[in-house]
């Protein structure tokens, strides 16, 4: 399967499972899935930061990047890295390791 194939469905599989908001509030929680890029955490520190300088209400912001996955990695981890947290927000960066490999 091409890694779009694979990007597009973790994302149609992320956003089907969020709960419908109930209202137009901001997020409360964002949960950074991905790869590399994102594990370490600096992109959720640094988008925390950001709003934080931008006088907003900082959402939670949660890494649940693993260094080298794929998207297809990152879908099977869905239901255990961020389903549970509960998020308003999922944040993806996916398709570099597929491209790799």
Do not use: Y
């Not at 931008?54 to 961020?82: F, K, S, W, Y």
């Amino acid at each position: 399967m091409a890694a779009t194939e694979w990007a597009f469905r973790l994302l149609t599989a992320a956003l089907a499972a969020l709960p419908a908001a109930a209202d137009e509030t901001k997020p409360q929680r964002i949960v950074f899935l991905g790869d590399s890029i994102t594990d370490g955490n600096t992109l959720p520190e640094l988008v925390h930061q950001a709003l934080a300088d931008a006088g907003e209400t900082p959402p939670i912001c949660i890494n649940a990047g693993v260094a080298g996955d794929t998207a297809a990695q990152m879908l099977q981890r869905l239901d255990r890295d961020v389903l549970p947290r509960r998020p308003d927000l999922v944040a993806l960066s996916a398709g570099i390791n597929d491209v790799l490999h």
